[in-house]
C-alpha cells in the first residue's frame, strides 16, 4: 500500500500519522526576514508564500515569518492546468491539486524523516523499489550533518509547487501519470558553505537581543507517480527524489 496519504486526492482520507496540519499565520514579523527567489523559475505556483511558525525559549514563545518568493513560468502554469484537466476528464474526475499539494508535503516530510533516519525498510510501499537501494547506497556516504538536513519538519516546509506533469503509456497498455513537486524548507543542521553554495541562510531570532539560529534553505524535488490501469490500487508512490548539494 503506497502513500495512502495521497490516495483519491482527498484529505479527509489520509491516515492519521499524515493528517494536514494547517497553515499558521504570523502574528509578528522576524528581526530580520528573508526573501528568496527559487533557484527553478520555471516553477508554477503562487507568486509569493509566506510561512509563520513558531519556537519556544525560555517558556516564551514567538513568533516567526519566513516570505519566498517565486515567478512563475506563464507556459509552465498554462501547461500544468491543461494536465489537470486530462487527470480529472480521463483519470480521476475528483482530483484536485490544492489537496494533492497537500498529502504531497505530508509524504515528503515523514519520508524525508526517514531518510535522514536511515529507516530504509520503512520506505517500503511509500518509495519504488529500484529507488531505495539506490537512496540507501547514496544517504550510507553522507556525513551525519547532512543526513539530519534531509528532514524536513512540516512547520519549516516554506514553499511548495507542482513541477512538471506527465501523463503517459507503456508497451503493454497500462496507464501512468506523473507529478513532480518542488519544496524549499529551512534546516538547522551544520551545514558547510562550500558544499551548499547557492543556499540561502536565514537569522532566525529565538532569543533575546542580539541571540539567533542560523537556518538554511534547502530545496528538494519528489516525483509521485501513480498507475491509472484499470484493476490497479489507486496509490501514489515516489520515483523520484533529490535534495539539492545533499541527494543528487
Known sequence: MA?????????????????????????????????????????AGAVAAARGYSSERGGHKQQQKVVVVGIPSPFMWFRTRIYYFLIRAYFDKEFNIEEFTEGAKQAFSHVSRLLSQCQFEALEGLVAKDLIGKLEEKCNLLPSSHKRALSADPDEIMYTTAGDVGIYYDDNGRKFVSILMRFWYLTSASLPEDTMEGARLFQVAIGGEGE????????????FQREFTKGVAPDWTITRIEHSKLLD
Open 212 to 223: 539567533g539560529e542560523t537556518k538554511r534553505l534547502l530545496t528538494a524535488n519528489y516525483e
Open 3 to 43: 502513500l495512502p496519504m495521497l490516495r483519491g486526492c482527498y484529505c479527509s482520507r489520509l491516515s492519521s500519522v499524515f493528517n494536514i496540519t494547517r497553515l499558521r499565520k504570523a502574528e509578528s514579523v522576524l528581526g530580520r526576514s528573508g526573501t528568496v527567489r527559487p533557484p527553478h523559475p520555471s516553477a
